[in-house]
């Protein structure tokens, strides 16, 4: 039994080694994080944090600003990472679709700046999923900036159902799965863990 397993181990190893070294190509990725459920910001935040950790430059675009303060920009601005913040509230609170527009393209205008700019390293654009699905903003743009920006820079999207386009783009997509939520159980957002 354990001379079967080394043996099945043994195989595994070889074909992962095989991987590690056919992957040899170095260039900034373009990760979509999308899905129902909970994880999608913070893993963007915590791929910001793992950048900032290594030296690196990040910098944050978030599309829909909550109510509440955001715990990430709390500790991520005192360490250098620069944040722009659409000047609205939630979109699905607003009624006003000419001011929401016009916030959108000035938050993506922030964006296409980030997406030319060399000594970036790292760039997350937080809920820009719902500009595209709203009609905000115009994927072909969106693809544009993304397609032009600097080679080694990486690029994090987050945000519920991605449009096709950008997950055909994308190097690395994943859908957070909700299977359950404490919300559901009448357990409120709090401070610290929800944001
Ligand atoms: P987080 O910021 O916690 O990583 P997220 O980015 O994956 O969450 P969003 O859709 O951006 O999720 O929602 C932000 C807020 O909504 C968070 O406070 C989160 O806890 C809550 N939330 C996320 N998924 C669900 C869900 N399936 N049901 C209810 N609330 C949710
Ligand atoms: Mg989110």
Same mark, same amino acid.
């Given at each position: 039994?354990?001379?079967?397993?080394?043996? *099945?181990?043994?195989?595994?190893? $070889?074909?992962? %080694?095989?991987?590690?070294?056919?992957?040899?190509?170095?260039?900034?990725?373009?990760?979509? !994080? #999308?899905?129902?459920? @909970?994880?999608?910001?913070?893993?963007?935040?915590?791929?910001?944090?793992?950048?900032?950790?290594?030296?690196?430059?990040?910098?944050?675009?978030?599309?829909? +600003?909550?109510?509440?303060?955001?715990?990430?920009?709390?500790?991520? $601005?005192?360490?250098?990472?620069?944040?722009?913040?659409?000047?609205?509230?939630?979109?699905?609170?607003?009624?006003?679709?000419? +001011?929401?527009?016009?916030?959108?393209?000035?938050?993506?205008?922030?964006?296409?700046?980030?997406?030319? %700019? $060399?000594?970036?390293?790292?760039?997350?654009?937080? $809920?820009?999923?719902?500009?595209?699905?709203?009609?905000?903003? %115009?994927?072909? *743009?969106?693809?544009?900036? !993304?397609?032009?920006? /600097? @080679?080694?820079?990486?690029?994090?999207?987050?945000? *519920?159902?991605?449009? *096709?386009?950008?997950?055909?783009?994308?190097? #690395?997509?994943?859908?957070?799965? /909700?299977?359950?939520?404490? &919300?559901?159980?009448?357990? +409120?957002?709090?401070?610290? &863990?929800?944001?």
């Amino acid at each position: 039994m354990s001379e079967k397993h080394k043996q *099945r181990q043994q195989k595994l190893k $070889e074909t992962v %080694d095989a991987k590690i070294e056919a992957a040899q190509e170095e260039k900034g990725v373009l990760l979509v !994080l #999308t899905g129902n459920g @909970k994880g999608k910001s913070t893993s963007g935040f915590g791929t910001v944090a793992r950048a900032v950790g290594h030296g690196n430059k990040a910098a944050v675009v978030q599309f829909i +600003k909550g109510t509440w303060a955001c715990g990430e920009r709390n500790l991520l $601005e005192n360490v250098g990472v620069e944040f722009h913040v659409m000047g609205t509230g939630f979109t699905w609170e607003t009624q006003d679709k000419e +001011k929401d527009t016009a916030a959108a393209l000035s938050a993506w205008e922030s964006a296409e700046k980030l997406l030319s %700019d $060399e000594s970036i390293d790292c760039v997350l654009l937080d $809920e820009l999923t719902y500009m595209v699905s709203y009609h905000y903003l %115009d994927v072909e *743009r969106v693809i544009q900036a !993304l397609n032009n920006r /600097p @080679k080694m820079q990486h690029v994090i999207i987050t945000g *519920r159902a991605c449009h *096709r386009k950008l997950i055909d783009l994308a190097d #690395t997509v994943s859908e957070v799965k /909700p299977i359950k939520h404490a &919300f559901e159980a009448g357990i +409120k957002a709090q401070v610290g &863990f929800d944001y």
